[in-house]
């Protein structure tokens, strides 16, 4: 060991700076905050998107058209989609599971089927809601359309 291999031991240095304990620490007086202003008083806390005054961003554009609250968001499934997986997988039975698990769906999804594509195959599909095109369709096959 030599001098220049020598270390201070592991956690033995500080490195946070400790503000506000008088003048002989270097960090005293206004406790590196600069001198006066809103900034250097306790209890100062920025709002968010304050802009220092000026009329912030989210004030200055336009806002326009209505978003309703009450509104149901569906993901589409066609016929062509449950064709595809039903060739896949041999399934008889589609329902939301089979769904979720091949990536066509995630678990909280709302399903709509629709009637893009054909279906061939006599398949019992489940979702939460069909357009009528879809039902007839899936019927003519002889298959269910059966909504949760």
Excluded: C, W
Aim: proline share 2%; aromatic share 4%.
């Amino acid at each position: 060991m030599n001098l220049h291999n020598l270390k201070p031991a592991k956690g033995s240095i500080k490195t946070k700076k400790r503000v506000g304990r008088g003048q002989g620490a270097g960090t005293g007086g206004t406790s590196t905050r600069g001198h006066k202003g809103a900034k250097s008083r306790s209890g100062y806390s920025v709002k968010v998107g304050f802009e220092g005054g000026q009329m912030p961003l989210q004030r200055r554009l336009p806002k326009f058209g209505f978003n309703n609250i009450h509104r149901v968001a569906y993901k589409a499934i066609n016929l062509s989609d449950i064709q595809a997986l039903v060739e896949k997988t041999n399934a008889t039975i589609v329902n939301l599971e089979l769904l979720t698990a091949n990536g066509l769906a995630s678990k909280n999804d709302i399903i709509k089927i629709l009637a893009g594509g054909e279906l061939t195959k006599t398949v019992e599909v489940t979702a939460h809601n069909f357009s009528k095109s879809a039902i007839e369709a899936i019927e003519k096959v002889g298959g269910k359309a059966i909504k949760l």
